[in-house]
């Protein structure tokens, strides 16, 4: 596999730590939504997780944070802390909690202020160094699946509880 002009190792899930860590990755991450470069950085965070496809947080700088409105949804992570969830508005296009972020993230997470992760399935595209990532499934997570990553992921039917 080639990413990004170096090679990269292929990745199991499940050799992901728990609990989960968080680390830069300079690579370029790109969202699209309605036509529009949503984020677009090489300045990213990946957060690593026992059967989780990584997830990758974009600094807010580079994120068009004038197209997110923030939602009324709220969620908690045993590791992360409260998360707060946005709406990515283009025009007459809405994607529901397209985004979420960690405002005071716990612990050992501070990496994740003032940053924000996409779902890949509420976008119309999300790419890590070109290439375009698949979503995880279901639709609690938001894990980014690319060649680099070898499952099982957690997320389908009958894995919650793993």
């Not at 709220?74 to 998360?83: P, Q």
């Amino acid at each position: 596999m080639h990413l990004s002009g170096s090679a990269r190792p292929r990745e199991s899930v499940r050799d992901y730590p728990r609990p989960p860590v968080a680390v830069p990755d300079e690579r370029r991450v790109v969202v699209e939504f309605a036509g529009l470069v949503v984020a677009d950085t090489d300045r990213a965070v990946r957060v690593l997780e026992t059967h989780h496809p990584p997830v990758f947080y974009v600094p807010r700088a580079d994120v068009r944070t004038e197209l997110l409105r923030r939602s009324s949804t709220r969620t908690w992570c045993e590791w992360k802390g409260a998360a707060v969830h946005w709406d990515l508005v283009v025009g007459p296009r809405l994607s529901a909690d397209a985004a979420w972020s960690y405002p005071d993230p716990a612990p050992g997470f501070a990496a994740l202020t003032d940053r924000l992760a996409f779902y890949p399935s509420r976008v119309d595209r999300c790419t890590v160094g070109g290439e375009t990532v698949a979503p995880q499934p279901g639709d609690f997570y938001g894990g980014w699946i690319t060649s680099e990553v070898a499952g099982p992921f957690k997320g389908g039917p009958g894995t919650r509880g793993w």
